[in-house]
Nanobody, 122 residues
């Protein structure tokens, strides 16, 4: 069974940092594009960061310079380092395989795991 399990969320004050982890089971992600989506209550989901199988990184404009996505194929894991957190980063974060820029479209064809909650207080 293919599974992605997220961890590392929590509650922090604005300006703080968190590191999200995503471990894969049931498949090896070394040849897979990976990404992190997030969804805040009452808002549409959005792609936060993307890393290709070759290691190319792409970020949502609002997190550029603050978030860093990385992968460790040996550990079958993907990470999201989040620095200088803002209240608007508050959301549930989901690690996904083969993300699409349109999160809503991706969800039509796929389902995500339980995610990890990030709460940033001002």
């Amino acid at each position: 069974e293919v599974q992605l399990e997220e961890s590392g969320g929590g509650s922090v004050q604005a300006g703080g940092s968190l590191r999200l982890s995503c471990t894969a089971s049931g498949f090896t992600l070394d040849a897979t594009n990976m990404g992190w989506y997030r969804q805040a209550p009452g808002s549409e989901c959005e792609l936060v960061a993307f890393i290709s199988a070759a290691g190319k990184e792409v970020y949502r404009e609002s997190v550029k310079g603050r978030f860093t996505i990385s992968r460790d194929n040996a550990k079958n894991a993907v990470y999201l380092q989040m620095n200088s957190l803002k209240s608007e980063d508050t959301a549930e974060y989901h690690c996904v395989a083969q993300p699409h820029s349109n999160c809503e479209w991706w969800l039509i064809l796929h389902s995500w795991g339980k995610g990890t909650q990030v709460t940033v207080s001002a």
